[in-house]
């Protein structure tokens, strides 16, 4: 009888420990370990070309909220980034918003840097220095095909017609 009741209790302990692994990997993967105080602030972009949902905010290296939606403005067709950031960092107006990548071909994120600006960014406001994303297809095209090439050498030709 002692035998089983023993594996009963490595058997309980074994589950809550997977139902406590599955329960903080669910919470981190949506990103909800940043609860607390936050606010929201916006973000515009020409291309937020691989951001979605979930994805880290960073600054300095350091995770200080999530991305929280990306959708596009119908007036201008930009994509507008709504950021959720933990409220003890109070970014300076003048602040800078960029799309990054992690690795080569890594995830993206947004990463922050802060400005010199004395006045703080208010919730609901627009970081309005962004740097969109690079796009990674348009450049290996454009050094694949030689249009880098063709580029300079018209440039050099219209250089050395020049009296």
Same mark, same amino acid.
């Given at each position: 009888?002692?035998?089983?009741?023993?594996?009963?209790?490595?058997?309980?302990?074994?589950?809550?420990?997977?139902?406590?692994?599955?329960?903080?990997?669910?919470r981190i993967g949506t990103?909800?370990?940043?609860?607390?105080?936050?606010?929201?602030?916006?973000?515009?972009?020409?291309?937020?070309?691989?951001?979605?949902?979930?994805?880290?905010?960073?600054?300095?290296?350091?995770?200080?909220?999530?991305?929280?939606?990306?959708? +596009?403005?119908?007036?201008?067709?930009?994509?507008?980034?709504?950021?959720?950031?933990?409220?003890?960092?109070?970014l300076p107006t003048d602040? +800078?918003?960029?799309?990054?990548?992690?690795?080569?071909?890594?995830?993206?994120?947004?990463?922050?840097?802060?400005?010199?600006?004395?006045?703080? +960014?208010?919730?609901?406001?627009?970081?309005?220095?962004?740097?969109?994303?690079?796009?990674?297809?348009?450049?290996?095209?454009?050094?694949?095909?030689?249009?880098?090439?063709?580029?300079?050498?018209?440039?050099?030709?219209?250089?050395?017609?020049?009296?």
């Amino acid at each position: 009888m002692k035998h089983t009741k023993l594996e009963l209790y490595v058997g309980l302990f074994v589950l809550l420990g997977v139902a406590a692994i599955a329960y903080l990997t669910l919470r981190i993967g949506t990103g909800s370990l940043i609860n607390g105080d936050t606010y929201v602030v916006e973000s515009r972009f020409a291309n937020a070309g691989g951001l979605h949902t979930g994805s880290s905010v960073l600054m300095s290296g350091v995770t200080v909220g999530r991305v929280e939606g990306v959708r +596009m403005e119908p007036s201008d067709y930009s994509a507008i980034v709504t950021l959720r950031i933990v409220s003890a960092l109070h970014l300076p107006t003048d602040s +800078m918003a960029s799309i990054k990548t992690s690795g080569l071909i890594g995830d993206k994120y947004v990463a922050l840097s802060p400005g010199a600006d004395e006045t703080s +960014m208010k919730p609901g406001e627009r970081i309005t220095l962004t740097e969109s994303a690079v796009d990674l297809e348009s450049l290996i095209g454009k050094m694949a095909f030689g249009s880098l090439d063709k580029e300079k050498t018209t440039k050099e030709k219209e250089d050395n017609s020049k009296p």
